[in-house]
């Protein structure tokens, strides 16, 4: 199974600035999907990322406050901008196959805003 | 993505058995059935996941119904290991959606 890294591990921002989240995966991989945990919440997919094409957002979720970048099969990262205290959240990327395939996670990044 | 309905919550002692359900009555006949699991402060992990016939791998079985409408995780030897957040998700198979869509889940606590 795909060893996923994100880095950083944690991290307290101030409100207005951006943050950006690297994700690695150890193998080369189509698919990759970005998740935000909030505080005792289930996990929501932010968006997906495929190599040489532009992220897909879903619902809610928009380019200009999560931009993403995929500029290769086995990095991704994610930025949170202007930030605000209802960003304090878990962030996940995931790398994904089929339906008949498992999901594997990173163990997030957790970003508290003062 | 259909609907799939988990208790909030369920309460084991170790070493004993845990039979989680998942109710999935709009499961349609190409869903494949997956079972993740969240410890605290990781990452979702993946348990098991099947189309119709029942599971087996070293982490846990999983029991398709008949009819498909539900299912069950079971996990044979409970540890303190085990207590997670245990999610019970349909994947719309063929296409290009391979995304995962999150419920609430079960969370699971375990006795010593």
């Known amino acids: 199974s795909a060893v996923i890294s994100q880095k950083p591990s944690r991290d307290i921002c101030q409100r207005g600035t951006s943050l950006t989240i690297q994700c690695q995966v150890d193998?080369?991989?189509?698919?990759m999907f970005w998740y935000r945990q909030q505080p005792g919440q289930s996990l929501t997919l932010i968006a997906t990322a495929n190599q040489g094409s532009e992220a897909t957002y879903e619902s809610g979720f928009v380019i200009d406050k999560f931009p993403i970048s995929r500029p290769n099969l086995t990095f991704s990262t994610l930025t949170v901008s202007n930030l605000s205290p209802e960003d304090s959240s878990i962030y996940l990327c995931s790398v994904g196959g089929s339906s008949n395939q498992p999901q594997h996670f990173g163990d997030g990044t957790r970003l508290s805003i003062l | 993505d259909a609907k799939t309905t988990q208790p909030n919550s369920m309460e084991s002692n170790e070493e004993e058995p845990v039979h989680l359900p998942c109710n999935h009555s709009t499961i349609s006949g190409t869903d494949y059935i997956h079972w993740y699991r969240q410890l605290p402060s990781q990452g979702p992990e993946y348990v098991i996941h099947g189309l119709t016939s029942n599971v087996n791998n070293r982490m846990a079985s999983l029991a398709i119904a008949e009819d498909r409408k539900s299912s069950t995780l079971i996990l044979h030897r409970a540890t303190l290991r085990d207590a997670a957040v245990y999610y019970c998700?349909?994947?719309?198979?063929?296409?290009?959606?391979?995304?995962?869509?999150f419920g609430k889940g079960t969370l699971l606590t375990v006795n010593p």
């Open positions: 193998s080369q991989v189509t698919m």
């Open positions: 998700i349909l994947r719309q198979s063929g296409g290009s959606n391979y995304k995962l869509t």
